[in-house]
């Protein structure tokens, strides 16, 4: 009997294996690069719980030393497997160690204190930027195998550090969160948890790091210098697989500047009210798979970034050679997003099979002058999109600046920006090289933007196979290489405007047809435009160029 059940446990092993095995090579099919195999963690045969060490479950008492010391003992007998059982842990910050596998088991959460003084201040870089900011509830840092597992929670008590803007909220959830304490702004329309966070509010003109003060202040502001949830910086071999990580204080997950990441089977979640609740923000890191994950947060959810402005330019690394695949987005600003702090450049992505519902925008590519770094050679394809309240698709290069008024858009919200080009420096950033394919998105409010700098076009990038039901057609604005081939819009108005663009292709446009023009071509920028006659049903009605466009800017064929 015994050696039947040891042949059964070994069967079950070897499918166990062979089934992650096949998942695994699901993951990399149909990759258009050359991409490394990113390899797995892997951890000596030796365990401890935290309770080996004094922790106590029930949330009452912190167990930030019970859990360091296991860790530190795992990491003395040569690595292997932390154990955080059921129950309620309540600890300060934890720090990872190379060799270290948190395993969270279903039933535990793990709780993050409250009280501010627990974290200390620490030189980092957030939103893109080298600053400093109070220690993150879980770190890594220079580490090498290390990784989080397990169907556990983690929750980082973000409702204690965030700040929350009045509009953002019910009345009866606004005056519960005044009731509870801490200040408001002068205006009355922000709530902060005390008042040194109120004051690095008011200390910064550049969104969360408080410039106007010297950093030798900033424990005058440290309730404000909230930290991402788990920072994993210049590690190697890093893997998340199965927690559930809730409530950050910032954004949820950050892997910077490391190599060979795997994040799969998460469920990330924070209040959609969250200020700068992003789920996860891979920045600057090399060869990376994010898979079979699912995401309900206040910002945006997968995002890349690669460093902001000089600082991001002076580290010089990339995002490159990722995998994002089989990903559900719920509530966020962005399904799959790349920048604004892109300026050390992103290459090599590849994003398939995701589905986003509800999200602000679905696929969102943002940067500004200022910026520099170039992305290019990203690949995103069947990708499933519902009731998204702007763009589906968005390219903009004037992140936090204006879009053009077009001609004809009455009711343009937007001011009219300054289009004269500006010098192309290293501060240009130039976005290029992007294939969208088999998009199928309805109920949204317009099919896609496509807008880059009058200095420096988005370029070639190709939509194909797509179907948007949408209020909006798709606008281009300084686009040079445009290709859209097999595209249906079901809109309103225009299907298709095309504003100081050049080397556009269209085929296979399919449009409502009604009494106004499905397609425009505006702008004195203009320069060869393509179209297929088949196409329309009737050219002069369906087809109109502003006086600006000459006839011979635009072919018919």
């Known amino acids: 009997m015994k050696k039947i059940g040891l042949s059964i446990l070994a069967l079950l092993f070897i499918c166990t294996m062979n089934a992650q095995e096949m998942m695994m090579n699901e993951v990399y099919e149909g990759v258009e690069f050359d991409m490394p195999r990113v390899p797995e ?44 059982p059921r129950g309620i842990w309540l600890t300060g910050p934890i720090e990872l160690k190379s060799n270290i596998n948190l395993h969270i088991e279903a039933g535990a959460l793990l709780l993050f204190s409250r009280d501010f003084d627990d974290y200390k201040l620490v030189k980092t870089s957030f939103e893109g930027l080298n600053t400093i900011r109070n220690q993150s509830p879980i770190s890594a840092r220079e580490v090498e195998n290390i990784a989080i597992t397990g169907k556990g929670t983690v929750d980082g008590n973000g409702d204690a550090w965030r700040p929350v803007k009045k509009g953002k909220m019910t009345s009866s959830q606004w005056s519960k969160l005044v009731n509870s304490g801490g200040v408001l702004s002068e205006d009355e329309k922000m709530w902060f948890p005390s008042e040194k966070s109120k004051k690095g509010h008011e200390s910064s003109t550049n969104f969360n790091v408080p410039d106007l003060i010297d950093d030798d202040e900033l424990a005058s502001v ?13 590690s190697k071999t890093v893997m998340l697989d199965g927690p559930t990580f809730q409530n950050s204080p910032a954004w949820n997950i950050h892997p910077l500047m490391s190599e060979n990441v795997i994040i ?9 009210y969250s200020q700068n609740g992003d789920g996860l923000d891979l920045e600057s890191c090399k060869n990376a798979l ?25 580290r010089g690394m990339p995002t490159e050679n990722v995998i994002v695949k089989n990903n559900i987005v719920y509530h966020g600003h962005g399904g799959f997003v790349i920048g604004s702090e892109m300026s050390g450049g992103v290459k090599n992505v590849h994003v398939s099979h995701c589905t986003f519902m509800g999200t602000d925008v679905g696929l969102r590519f943002k940067s500004t002058r200022g910026r520099g770094g170039v992305v290019e050679d990203i690949f995103i394809s069947d990708i499933d999109m519902i009731n998204i309240p702007t763009e589906t698709i968005r390219f903009n290069m004037f992140y936090g600046g204006n879009s053009p008024i077009l001609e004809g858009d009455q009711d343009a919200e937007d001011e009219a920006r300054d289009e004269e080009p500006e010098p192309v420096t290293e501060e240009t950033p130039s976005f290029r090289n992007i294939s969208i394919k088999n998009i199928r998105a309805t109920g949204s409010q317009k099919a896609a933007f496509f807008m880059g700098l009058p200095e420096m076009s988005l370029k070639n990038v190709s939509l194909e196979n797509a179907v948007f039901k949408a209020e909006e057609g798709i606008t281009a ?40 023009p ?10 060869n435009i393509n179209f297929s006659k088949s196409d329309f049903s009737d050219l002069e009605k369906q087809l109109q160029r502003n006086k600006e466009v000459s006839k011979s800017v635009i072919s018919i064929e």
């Open 41 to 84: 963690p892997q951890f000596p045969d030796y365990s401890v719980k935290i309770t080996d060490f004094g922790a106590e479950a029930g949330g009452l008492t912190k167990n930030t030393k019970a859990i360091a010391d296991a860790i530190s003992d795992a990491h003395e007998n040569g690595g292997g497997k932390v154990v955080i």
């Open 222 to 234: 440290k309730d404000f210098l909230r930290p991402v949830m788990v920072s994993i910086l210049k």
């Open 264 to 272: 799969r089977n998460l469920n990330v979640r924070n209040p959609w």
């Open 290 to 314: 994010v898979y079979n994950n699912t995401f309900d947060v206040g910002d945006d959810a997968i995002c890349f970034k690669s460093g902001k402005n000089k600082d991001g330019r002076d």
């Open 477 to 516: 604005i300084d686009a040079d290489g445009l290709k859209l081939t097999d595209v249906k819009v079901l809109s309103k108005d225009a299907a298709l405007t095309v504003y100081n663009s050049k080397n556009v292709e269209v085929k296979g446009l399919e449009f409502v047809k009604n009494n106004q």
């Open 518 to 527: 499905a397609v425009r071509v505006m702008g004195k920028g203009s320069e």
